[in-house]
């Protein structure tokens, strides 16, 4: 059964920095889609794509963390890292990691952590 499951979030000043860490569960990270979303306080709509490793390699960031944000892959402990730098209060959310299978099209999502930063 895949399982995804984040560690790292807590509460930090800004201009802080943390590490957010996803580890997985049967499914692998390398060719398959893994990216880090968000879900700020209040938005229950949708969740925001924060960065991705695409199936080919492809890193994409959104624009509001390009800079402050990297995110990689640990193949040999199976996990998935956002390092975030120069933390702003806008950064405040759960952070979540989803990992959608290039063969299957199926997506899985982790459970959630929680970032918050105070200015």
């Known amino acids: 059964q895949v399982q995804l499951v984040e560690s790292g979030g807590g509460l930090v000043q800004a201009g802080g920095s943390l590490r957010l860490s996803c580890a997985a569960t049967?499914?692998?990270?390398?060719?398959?889609?893994f990216g880090w979303y968000r879900q700020a306080p209040g938005n229950q709509r949708e969740r925001e794509l924060v960065a991705l490793i695409g199936r080919s390699g492809n890193i994409d960031y959104a624009e509001s963390v390009k800079g402050r944000f990297a995110i990689s892959i640990d193949d040999a402990k199976n996990t998935g890292d956002l390092q975030m730098d120069i933390l702003k209060p806008e950064d405040t959310a759960v952070y979540y990691c989803?990992?959608?299978?290039?063969?299957?099209?199926?997506?899985?999502w982790g459970q959630g952590t929680q970032v918050v930063v105070s200015s």
């Open positions: 049967v499914i692998t990270f390398r060719n398959n889609d």
């Open positions: 989803k990992v959608e299978s290039s063969r299957t099209g199926r997506a899985y």
